[in-house]
């Protein structure tokens, strides 16, 4: 099984849509492994956007993402990180297609909703950046028992 980093941003708690997205990826069939509501400092924020330090969006960006509380997340099931890609959607909202969280609920890219890994290798650094080993749960699904 693979997993994936998704990140809800300070913008989908001030508009409280946070259940709505996470139900979309439950819906889909993924497992959530790893849960917390968090107040990401600006050294946090560098070193998971350490690949845009030297872009000029990147001051915005870390404010962004440490101007209220975000939701961090571990995702878990076959082919995790392309999933939740083609569910989240483009990042730039304009190419965003309805359907995809970004194209229902972004209006602007600079504002974003949501992160997720955008490859496996990025999803492992990205979980250990966010999360200790023990707060990952391994549980047994048995919602096969229920239908």
């Given at each position: 099984?693979?997993?994936s980093?998704v990140?809800?941003?300070?913008?989908?708690?001030?508009?409280?849509?946070?259940?709505?997205?996470?139900s979309?990826?439950?819906?889909?069939?993924?497992?959530?492994?790893?849960?917390?509501?968090?107040?990401?400092?600006?050294?946090?924020a560098?070193?998971?956007?350490?690949?845009?330090?030297?872009?000029?969006?990147?001051?915005d960006?870390?404010?962004?993402?440490?101007?209220?509380?975000?939701?961090?997340?571990?995702w878990?099931?076959?082919?995790?990180?392309?999933?939740?890609?083609?569910?989240?959607?483009?990042?730039?909202?304009?190419?965003a297609?309805?359907?995809?969280?970004?194209?229902?609920?972004?209006l602007?890219?600079n504002?974003?909703i949501?992160?997720?890994?955008?490859?496996?290798k990025?999803a492992?650094?990205?979980?250990?950046?966010?999360?200790?080993?023990?707060?990952?749960?391994?549980?047994?699904?048995?919602?096969?028992?229920?239908?």
């Amino acid at each position: 099984m693979e997993r994936s980093f998704v990140m809800l941003k300070p913008g989908v708690l001030n508009r409280r849509i946070a259940g709505e997205i996470i139900s979309r990826l439950e819906k889909k069939g993924l497992k959530l492994v790893g849960l917390k509501l968090m107040q990401i400092t600006a050294e946090l924020a560098a070193k998971h956007y350490a690949e845009h330090k030297d872009k000029s969006f990147f001051s915005d960006l870390q404010a962004y993402i440490t101007s209220g509380p975000v939701v961090a997340m571990v995702w878990e099931g076959e082919d995790c990180v392309s999933i939740v890609r083609k569910l989240v959607g483009s990042t730039k909202v304009a190419d965003a297609q309805p359907g995809t969280i970004r194209g229902d609920y972004a209006l602007h890219t600079n504002l974003n909703i949501i992160h997720a890994s955008d490859a496996p290798k990025s999803a492992e650094r990205e979980i250990a950046l966010f999360f200790r080993p023990d707060e990952i749960i391994d549980w047994e699904d048995q919602a096969a028992r229920w239908f």
